[in-house]
């Protein structure tokens, strides 16, 4: 009794333990979103300080600019109108005193016994300026002189600028288009993202990534990649190095639309599955690109180059890229098997063969169906369903032709555990090696 109660304690116990891990955790990831708000929100205040600031600037210029713009045709417009009056006043002036000096003229001559001088008589007479007595030069009227105004001074301007400035800028929550989920592949991640924003629908997405771990779209050190544009809503980064993060984004447009929305919040993961790699020790062939491409060499004997081990697991796909293709044979192709032991070929049992012929063989046995044959250029890509129970449901496609089979696989298989990226428990899933098989040399193929 005593030591049933003690185990109840003890379990008790480590239920309170885990628990204690687990609310921890979720301590910590409540402190990441508070910190990502208070960050957020400190970034986007910056942001319309600056952008109003500039906005401010801005007008403030227009506005001197244009005020410049108009003082200067008002001097224009002086100008132009006081010149030809400004020489009406010269001429005025000048016949003024003209005048005056006729006056003193003829007073000199008159108070001067003016009957004993008839010679200064008859030239006072003969005087340019007494001529010029008569002509009076001819002032324009009011009405023909310009009288300066201003005008055109928009009455509803304060209201226009008032409605202008309220759309100005908005506050947004969230990017209208967000990464909903980040899954591992072999060399590689799988990246799915979906619009959050029911007023706007997005017609293309555009998928950056960078190097390392990004909190914030405004850090101006970090350099993101261009990885996909367009319609769809998932994009599978290839070529990436195990262990390593990687951070992501998202944005989006509406169709016809050239303005991108703002980016998603960066999600940074990484894949702890090496990419796929061919045996490098395999006589006859020759691997390069990290193992990852294989060429058949003139020299060895012929036989299967497997997968370095069971890498492929069912639930992924996987492409073989044929860079370059030498003279064929009826055994040559690529394929899956549940083992390596075979080297001589991959038509028999417990394997799937595709051959340079487009025939397929499941288990050594050819089926109906004929896919394009294999050459230069061609990607055969095999994607499984692990139905359980060692069932796996295959497709084959090559060059959009796809046959589609159910295959029993040996129990004897590997079977390998499929961690995620630590948001679920691991799953079960079969393990398999790749393989291809070719007689004649300068055949290359790359597996990803």
């Given at each position: ?65 244009r005020l410049n713009e108009l003082l200067s045709e008002v001097d224009v417009v002086t100008a132009t109108a006081l010149t030809p009056l ?47 007595l008569h002509s009076v030069p001819e002032i324009p009227c009011l009405a023909d002189v310009p009288y300066l105004s201003v005008d055109n ?269 630590g948001m679920g428990p691991a799953s079960t899933s079969v393990c398999l090696y790749f393989g291809m098989r070719f007689s004649h040399e ?7």
């Amino acid at each position: 009794m005593a030591q049933q109660l003690i185990q109840n304690v003890v379990d008790i116990m480590d239920n309170a333990h885990s628990q204690q891990q687990q609310l921890t955790e979720s301590m910590s990831s409540l402190s990441e979103a508070k910190q990502q708000v208070k960050f957020s929100a400190e970034q986007s205040k910056k942001c319309l300080k600056e952008h109003f600031k500039w906005l401010e600037e801005k007008a403030l210029e227009n506005l001197r600019s244009r005020l410049n713009e108009l003082l200067s045709e008002v001097d224009v417009v002086t100008a132009t109108a006081l010149t030809p009056l400004m020489d009406c006043e010269e001429m005025l002036n000048s016949s003024i005193s003209a005048a005056a000096r006729i006056m003193e003229e003829g007073k000199k001559i008159l108070g001067n016994n003016p009957n004993d001088h008839i010679e200064d008589l008859v030239k006072f007479k003969d005087n340019p300026d007494t001529r010029q007595l008569h002509s009076v030069p001819e002032i324009p009227c009011l009405a023909d002189v310009p009288y300066l105004s201003v005008d055109n001074f928009h009455p509803d301007l304060e209201k226009k600028l008032h409605k202008l400035f309220e759309n100005e800028g908005r506050v947004l929550e969230r990017a209208p288009a967000q990464i909903s989920e980040i899954e591992e592949r072999p060399g590689s991640l799988l990246i799915t993202w979906a619009e959050v924003d029911d007023e706007v629908e997005a017609g293309e997405f555009c998928l950056q990534y960078c190097y390392g771990r990004v909190q914030s779209n405004e850090d101006k050190n970090i350099t993101f990649h261009t990885a996909y544009t367009g319609p769809n809503t998932f994009c599978t980064i290839r070529h990436l190095k195990t262990n390593t993060p990687y951070s992501f984004r998202v944005c989006s447009r509406p169709e016809g639309e050239e303005k991108w929305s703002i980016w998603s919040v960066p999600r940074t993961a990484h894949t702890t599955i090496p990419h796929y790699q061919w045996n490098n020790t395999t006589e006859g062939y020759s691997t390069s690109n990290e193992d990852k491409t294989a060429t058949r060499l003139s020299e060895g004997t012929t036989r299967v180059l497997y997968s370095s081990d069971n890498s492929y697991r069912c639930g992924f796909p996987i492409t073989f890229r044929v860079l370059d293709a030498g003279e064929k044979t009826p055994f040559d192709g690529i394929g899956l098997s549940a083992n390596d032991e075979d080297t001589e070929t991959l038509q028999r049992s417990n394997s799937i063969f595709v051959a340079t012929s487009g025939s397929v063989f499941v288990d050594g046995q050819e089926m109906k169906t004929k896919l394009p044959m294999l050459t230069r250029g061609s990607a055969a890509t095999i994607e499984t369903e692990d139905l359980g129970n060692g069932k796996v449901r295959v497709s084959i496609e090559v060059e959009g032709k796809a046959v589609t089979f159910d295959w029993k696989v040996d129990q004897k298989a590997d079977v390998g555990r499929l961690m995620g990226l630590g948001m679920g428990p691991a799953s079960t899933s079969v393990c398999l090696y790749f393989g291809m098989r070719f007689s004649h040399e300068d055949w290359k193929v790359g597996v990803e």
